[in-house]
């Protein structure tokens, strides 16, 4: 870390969680270079002390990282120093990336948010909370730019049809109403294709399967209807792959795929193994099927992907273990599969009286996969392995990859309280 101070920085604070103390420096000659030696050496800057270095730039400076931290104490020379610099130490204790830092994969169940920092490969719990008000459940999320909407659901009674929106460029931003869908849809797909949010059938208030799709234009604020499916499809997972959508799930093998050129709805060949809760993504120029449930409720570990070109499906390395309920998302070249339920969870014996559909059935008793923390990645030249666990369990999650300009967003509390304290 100290070979890549940037050369544009002008002070360099050293802060040592263990003694709770700064050391600030500045960088105008050798001395101050060796001043870090001495500092390394004596094993103030070291990964065991959690040393965290904040470098301030002038302006034209491109900024690679920042971390800023809640000055515990810091010494008299240091003091001394910055207020020559005419530089005040940041109130806020925050992690955040900036523009030449890698995305922030962000998951979010329900209103709880959990982010992954790609530095320390660590997962965290975020401050913010996208409950929205009225406390709908199953509510579907896009972003456009630095707008995050959210949509449908249900509310333990009904399907729902509202419409929020919150801007992430904006700290303080709360939920704000948009214009409300045409059908109301619980259990239901979206995706984001050229800048246009698209709602794929779901279910209605009576528990009715929908074919109805529809679209949001967010510079009109005003959803329309487009082409309905051919086929109903059940838990679906739907995703954009060569700039169109491709949905599948259920009992049956169809998989549908979207032009909007054309506003047509046609199907390819049909996937290899029948699955529903399952994750669809695209990865590595193919599309992949990933885990679910199949064919009498028996939870996967099966992969396969799909070649537009050939319209040919293959199977692909297994995951390690069964997962379903998760989701899945090509982040810095790898595929990462999140939360969902495994069978490596608590087992809960339920009575048939208190069977839910996403349980599986076994001697007129019903076993329901907990949720889990789990989070696997595939990379292509080492097959599967196991990423750093999410903090909190998860399961149906949805996942984005967050630019760097809103990711300050997710990590800071807007209390202004140290999150990343690991």
């Not at 239901?188 to 929908?210: E, K, M, P, Q």
């Not at 005003?222 to 599948?248: E, R």
């Not at 909007?260 to 992949?288: K, M, S, Y």
Request: charged share 20%; hydrophobic share 35%; net charge positive.
């Amino acid at each position: 870390m100290l070979q890549k101070i940037h050369p544009f920085a002008k002070l360099i604070i050293a802060y040592n969680i263990n003694i709770q103390q700064f050391t600030a420096f500045g960088k105008n000659n050798n001395n101050n270079l060796n001043e870090l030696d001495q500092l390394k050496n004596n094993n103030f800057l070291n990964e065991t002390n959690q040393l965290i270095l904040t470098e301030f730039k002038n302006e034209s400076a491109t900024t690679s990282r920042q971390t800023f931290l809640m000055p515990e104490k810091v010494d008299e020379p240091s003091q001394q120093l910055l207020k020559a610099e005419s530089i005040s130490l940041p109130k806020t204790v925050a992690h955040f990336v900036t523009k030449n830092e890698k995305q922030l994969l962000v998951c979010i169940k329900y209103g709880s948010v959990q982010f992954y920092d790609p530095h320390n490969h660590r997962w965290h719990s975020s401050p913010v909370s996208l409950q929205l008000k009225n406390k709908q459940k199953d509510f579907q999320l896009a972003l456009l730019g630095s707008m995050l909407y959210a949509f449908g659901g249900e509310d333990g009674k009904k399907a729902l049809n509202q419409m929020w929106s919150r801007d992430l460029s904006d700290p303080s931003s709360q939920w704000t109403a948009r214009a409300n869908m045409k059908q109301s849809r619980m259990w239901f797909c979206s995706v984001v294709l050229n800048d246009t949010i698209y709602a794929l059938g779901g279910w209605d208030t009576n528990r009715h399967r929908l074919l109805s799709c529809e679209r949001y234009c967010s510079q009109l604020n005003q959803w329309s209807k487009v082409a309905d499916m051919n086929s109903y499809y059940s838990y679906p997972s739907a995703t954009v792959f060569n700039g169109c959508i491709y949905i599948a799930g259920g009992s049956s093998r169809s998989v549908s795929k979207y032009c909007p050129q054309t506003d047509t709805w046609r199907e390819v060949a049909p996937i290899t193994t029948a699955r529903w809760r399952f994750a669809l993504t695209p990865f590595a120029g193919r599309l992949w099927a990933i885990g679910g449930v199949g064919v009498g409720f028996q939870p996967l570990s099966s992969c396969e992907s799909y070649d537009p070109v050939t319209d040919t499906w293959r199977e692909e390395a297994e995951m390690k273990e069964v997962r379903c309920r998760h989701e899945a998302i090509e982040f810095n070249g790898e595929l990462y599969v999140i939360g969902g339920k495994s069978k490596d969870c608590k087992i809960t014996l339920m009575k048939k009286s208190f069977f839910n559909k996403h349980a599986f059935d076994k001697n007129n008793l019903y076993f329901v996969l907990d949720p889990t923390t789990v989070v696997d990645k595939y990379v292509p030249t080492i097959g599967w392995v196991e990423n750093s666990q999410l903090q909190k369990k998860c399961y149906r999650p949805q996942l984005f990859s967050i630019p760097p300009a809103f990711s300050s967003y997710f990590t800071t509390d807007p209390k202004k309280k140290f999150i990343n304290k690991n």
